[in-house]
C-alpha cells in the first residue's frame, strides 16, 4: 500500500525536452508538495497546493508548472529543460499542519 | 538570513552504540522541528518531531532535544544499528510564515559500523 507514489522513478532526457513527473497520494491528503534535492542532498520546497489551490510558489523558473487535477495528485510539468534541472524530486504529501510524507522520489538526468 | 545547519556532515559509529546528530537554526521565531532519515535511494522518512514548547521527546530509540535558548537541536539514537545508516534531515517551520512551508537543514550521513 504506498502512500505517497510517484512516476517515472527515473528519467533521462536530452536538453530543451519537455518532461512531466506524477505524483499520487492515496492518504487522504488535503495539501501536496514539490521538493527539489541536489546532488549534495539538500532538500528545498519548489510548491505547495492545498485543495488543488497553489499556496506555496518558491523562486523557480517558470519553466517548472504544477498540476493538480485534484487533490490527491499534483504533477509536475518541466519545459525546455537545462543541464541544472538534472536532480531528484520529490512529492510529499501532508493532512496536519508540517508533519509531510514523502515519495520515493524522481531522478530527473538531463543530458 | 533563513538557515537550518548540521554540525558534522558524516557521523560514524559502532554498532550498539549511542548516536548523537545535532542541528542549529537560526530563526528564533520558528515553532516546530522534524527530523527526517532518507535511506539511499528513498524518500525522506519522518522520525520525530518537537514544539517549541517542549524542550524534550521521546520515541521509540530516537529522543529529541530542543534548546531555544542557543538555538540548537539534536537527535539521539539508542543502541544504533546498521538499519540506522542513512542521511539525517532536521527541518523548521518559522512562526512568520502561515503556511506549511518547511526549511530543511544539510544533512548528516551517520554511518554504522559492526
Known amino acids: 500500500d504506498t502512500a505517497v507514489s510517484q512516476t517515472p522513478k527515473y528519467l533521462v532526457t536530452q536538453m530543451g525536452n519537455d518532461k512531466s513527473i506524477k505524483c499520487e497520494q492515496n492518504?487522504?491528503?488535503?495539501?501536496m508538495y514539490w521538493y527539489k534535492q541536489d546532488s549534495k542532498k539538500f532538500l528545498k520546497i519548489m510548491f505547495s497546493?492545498?485543495?488543488?489551490?497553489?499556496?506555496i510558489n518558491e523562486t523557480v523558473p517558470n519553466r517548472f508548472s504544477p498540476k493538480s487535477p485534484d487533490k490527491a495528485h499534483l504533477n509536475l510539468h518541466i519545459n525546455s529543460l537545462e543541464l541544472g534541472d538534472s536532480a531528484v524530486y520529490f512529492c510529499?504529501?501532508?493532512?496536519?499542519?508540517?508533519?509531510?510524507?514523502f515519495g520515493p522520489g524522481t531522478r530527473l538526468t538531463v543530458l | 538570513g533563513e538557515s537550518v545547519g548540521l554540525h558534522l556532515p558524516t557521523l560514524s559509529v559502532q554498532e550498539g552504540d549511542n548516536s548523537i546528530i545535532n542541528c542549529a537554526y537560526s530563526?528564533?521565531?520558528?515553532?516546530?522541528f522534524i527530523w527526517y532519515k532518507q535511506e539511499s535511494g528513498k524518500g525522506p522518512q519522518f522520525i520525530i518531531d518537537?514544539?517549541?514548547?517542549?524542550d524534550k521527546r521521546q520515541g521509540q530509540r530516537v529522543t529529541v532535544l530542543l534548546n531555544k535558548t542557543v538555538k540548537h537541536l539534536s537527535l539521539q539514537i539508542a543502541a544504533t544499528q546498521p538499519g540506522d545508516s542513512a542521511v539525517y534531515f532536521c527541518?523548521?517551520?518559522?512562526?512568520?510564515?502561515?503556511?506549511?512551508?518547511?526549511?530543511f537543514g544539510t544533512g548528516t550521513r551517520l554511518q554504522v559500523f559492526p
Open positions: 527541518a523548521e517551520t518559522p512562526r512568520s510564515y502561515n503556511t506549511d512551508k518547511l526549511i
Open positions: 510529499a504529501s501532508s493532512q496536519e499542519l508540517y508533519t509531510q510524507y
Open positions: 497546493y492545498n485543495n488543488k489551490e497553489l499556496i
Open positions: 530563526n528564533s521565531a520558528s515553532d516546530y
Open positions: 492518504l487522504g491528503h488535503d495539501t
Open positions: 518537537i514544539r517549541s514548547n517542549m
